[in-house]
């Protein structure tokens, strides 16, 4: 079911990439409207997947790497539709793409684990996924800048320069999204402490390498003391623009390296 999301997401890219080139009133509504319809589809899939497991999918890696590309897509059109800014779409849907092409090439059955039943882990999840989308939304943001601010420092106001916003917008809407990110990220992992604080001692191997030596929960805290360190550098020392804009694309490749690699390959990590 997640290759028709898939399908959508791709076609919405291509209308974005072309309202992107040509700026086209009629080219940006197209684009629009075909990512609320992938959003739509997905938010179907979704749901079918809550009522089948009877909670929201994300207790495996291929389920919440799906319920991600969900929560980035909807938080991309929130921002899309209260700004009516459409430029960024072209870095968004590219990074939906890739990681909606997991689920839809390796679908996993959701299994319940009695372990999972505490509400403190659903709080616990849920906040790290929406802070991981708030991340993404935040490397995105940063890379546009740089681009714009290249352009700008060459005196060659040329293809970026028309198309995106101001050096000024790009930047406080970067900050916004990662303190607001930097908030889940963590309510997530004081959630997690104390959904692991009550779980009681099991042969599970899974909840047996829950520690600081973990690498999920490692990279987590590595990714925590990234942003918090974002957040004071610009608050502090004056830590803005593109300093900030590299941040924010560094501390995403630490989220993508926990979503990932972490998960598929380190058998270690505490993987549901």
Known sequence: MNTVPLILYVVAGVAYAVQFTRRSLSASRVASTLLILAAFAHTF?????????????????????????WLLALSYLYIELTTAERSMGVFILPLLVALQAIPAARPMLEARSPLL???????????????????ALACMLGV?????????????????????????????????????????LTVGLITGAIWGSQIQPSGDPRMQSMSL???????????????????????????RGRRAAWLSAVGFGIVLLNFVPVSYFFTTSHNF
């Open 213 to 239: 030596g973990d690498p999920k929960i490692f990279v987590a805290v590595v990714c925590w003391a990234l942003y918090s360190f974002e957040i004071y550098a610009q608050r502090a020392i004056g830590w």
């Open 117 to 135: 039943e505490s509400p403190w882990f659903g709080v616990h999840v849920s906040s790290l996924l929406f802070a991981y989308a708030s991340f």
């Open 45 to 69: 899939i979704i749901g079918m997947e809550t009522m089948r497991a009877g909670h929201v999918p994300f207790a495996s890696t291929t389920s919440a790497i799906s319920t991600f590309v």
């Open 144 to 184: 546009t800048y740089v681009l714009q601010f290249k352009e700008i420092k060459a005196k060659h106001l040329g293809f970026f320069y028309a198309r995106l916003p101001s050096l000024n917008v790009l930047d406080e809407m970067n900050l916004r999204a990662v303190k607001i990110g930097w908030l889940f």
